[in-house]
């Protein structure tokens, strides 16, 4: 809390809890660390050492991760974005003298900040961001989990999930595996000619598949709803309404126990094709399952 009053001591109330970056005005735009790394991969190390004749300019907004003072003229950072992690170096010969005294007093690990700056190896042959300009643009008020063992306790990482997609690598690179995955079913089954179709989530009376369901109340017509169990009865009236393959990614709830692997809330895709029997579901569970695995991991061997 000292640290964040002392920033918006100097920089104005509000400053680090958000605003757009980069400026609007500057017509600039944020590069992902790992388009960045690739910038990089076409570098010589040798050559591209000097950060203060480098033409090669970024902006990028990411949350430190950690923090590594040199001296009062030099702290190192390794900030974090979705698509990965660089070092990002705060140096009195690009930023100027009152901003890195400022940072070097108020930045916390977590903070989340904004930088533009120049690409420029150093000494070691490290991928370095080196800052023109430098601003928090989220201020981290509570201690994160320690960085060496991250975060262990279960309840922790499924009650904050936020705090396990920061901490750990593997966790955040499922939650994008998991995103991909699901554009890529849709993707296969509207490329073989299937509609996606969305069915109502309440319903007068569950059906489709035995389970128990979750009871709510619709006030404007004074009647007991149910979540849905299944969402098989609505997709096969669509069928006998005439469009022959349709399909549905959506949420299901049932009201029963829990597991690890069993919640009560879930996605699940279903598909009806008209004219087909097992044969035709066979091969097509088959093609999905295939070109995804395919696709995400570039094999077909998991």
């Not at 757009?20 to 992902?32: A, E, H, I, Q, V």
């Not at 904004?114 to 008020?141: D, H, M, R, V």
């Not at 939650?175 to 969305?198: C, H, N, P, T, Y």
Request: with cysteine.
């Amino acid at each position: 809390w000292e640290r964040l009053k002392l920033y918006e001591e100097k920089m104005g109330t509000g400053a680090a809890w958000g605003s757009r970056f980069p400026d609007p005005k500057s017509g600039k735009t944020l590069t992902p660390v790992e388009e960045i790394r690739r910038k990089f991969a076409t570098l010589d190390p040798a050559q591209h050492t000097d950060a203060q004749t480098s033409e090669h300019e970024v902006f990028i907004a990411a949350r430190m991760l950690l923090r590594r003072d040199q001296s009062k003229k030099l702290i190192f950072l390794t900030v974090q974005d979705q698509s990965g992690s660089i070092q990002v170096a705060l140096w009195n010969a690009l930023l100027n003298e009152e901003t890195l005294s400022l940072l070097r007093d108020t930045l916390d690990l977590w903070d989340i900040v904004g930088i533009s700056g120049k690409l420029a190896f150093t000494q070691k042959g490290e991928p370095t961001i080196w800052a023109t300009s430098a601003k928090i643009l989220t201020k981290c008020i509570a201690p994160p989990p320690d960085k060496h063992h991250g975060i262990h306790d279960k309840e922790i990482r499924y009650r904050q999930r936020y705090l396990d997609l920061i901490s750990e690598e593997k966790s955040r690179q499922t939650f994008i595996l998991r995103a991909k995955a699901i554009a890529g079913v849709r993707r296969f089954l509207d490329e073989q000619g299937f509609l996606e179709m969305e069915t109502p989530v309440l319903q007068t009376i569950p059906g489709g598949a035995a389970a128990r369901p979750f009871e709510t109340h619709l006030n404007a017509l004074h009647m007991k709803m149910y979540l849905r169990i299944a969402t098989e009865i609505p997709l096969k009236k669509l069928l006998v309404g005439g469009l022959e393959r349709v399909y549905e990614l959506g949420r299901i709830f049932r009201n029963e126990g829990l597991s690890p692997k069993h919640n009560p809330e879930f996605t699940s895709v279903e598909i009806y094709q008209a004219y087909g029997d097992l044969r035709d579901m066979m091969y097509l569970t088959e093609s999905v399952v295939s070109k995804l695995a395919q696709d995400l991991t570039g094999s077909t061997t998991v």
